[in-house]
């Protein structure tokens, strides 16, 4: 049981460039989430999903999408990465008692 | 005014000291509390939902304070191991389903 993963660890990216973050749940549940987290600020929620094939948005949703096409995978999409946008990502689900947290992926734009 | 807020700290204690942050929220109608604890550079963690009656998990007390819109932690006799940032999070339904989370307070337990 590996419950919350993320892939990749860390990446470095030039703005313009685009990637797609992934996260994945062993857990079965329904709610998944995509934060970042920045100095000072807290965790912020960027887009959350509530089952298979739905998606919402969040706190700061601005220059990202998501996809949730399988129940246990929710992708985070940096169409053209600026610099505002370094910062470490976590992901997350529930089970509405708590939410479990993926070990983060730290996204530097340059 | 940010919805959660919480002092950053750092708070630096000796091993064995008894230690207490609050947090304040602005949504009266917020439902659900809790503690997260996050260690340098790792992801958060559940450290214990606060309810309203208080509670208790070994060295670690919550409370909640619904009319003055604040909560608290108690920590106990830290250990080294107490080291870590804790979140304040709060929801408003009665699940986890929708956090808002405070910026976090630094905790350093020293020998």
């Known amino acids: 049981n590996a419950g919350v993963t993320q892939t990749p660890k860390f990446r470095v990216l030039k703005t313009g460039q685009s990637m797609t973050l992934l996260c994945a749940q062993d857990?079965?549940?329904?709610?998944m989430y995509w934060y970042r987290q920045d100095p000072g600020m807290g965790l912020r929620l960027i887009h959350y999903?509530?089952?298979?094939?739905?998606?919402a948005k969040g706190e700061v949703p601005d220059g990202y999408n998501v996809s949730r096409l399988k129940k246990q995978n929710f992708l985070l999409g940096l169409e053209s990465a600026a610099p505002s946008q370094t910062s470490v990502y976590f992901c997350?689900?529930?089970?509405?008692?708590?939410?479990?947290f993926g070990p983060g992926t730290r996204l530097t734009v340059t | 005014r940010k919805e959660v807020e919480q002092d950053p700290g750092p708070f630096n204690v000796p091993e064995g000291a008894t230690v207490a942050f609050n947090c304040t929220y602005s949504?009266?109608?917020?439902?659900?509390f809790f503690w997260y604890r996050q260690d340098c550079r790792k992801e958060p963690k559940l450290l214990m939902s606060?309810?309203?009656s208080g509670n208790e998990d070994g060295r670690f007390t919550a409370q909640l304070n619904r009319a003055s819109q604040y909560i608290s932690l108690l920590i106990r006799d830290s250990k080294l191991s107490d080291s870590a940032t804790y979140l304040c999070?709060?929801?408003?339904?009665?699940?986890?389903?929708?956090?808002?989370f405070g910026t976090g307070t630094r905790l350093q337990v020293t020998l």
């Open positions: 997350a689900s529930t089970d509405s008692y708590e939410q479990y």
């Open positions: 857990m079965n549940h329904e709610y």
């Open positions: 999903s509530v089952g298979e094939g739905t998606t």
């Open positions: 949504n009266s109608a917020s439902q659900s």
């Open positions: 606060v309810y309203s």
């Open positions: 999070v709060v929801s408003l339904t009665g699940t986890a389903s929708k956090l808002t």
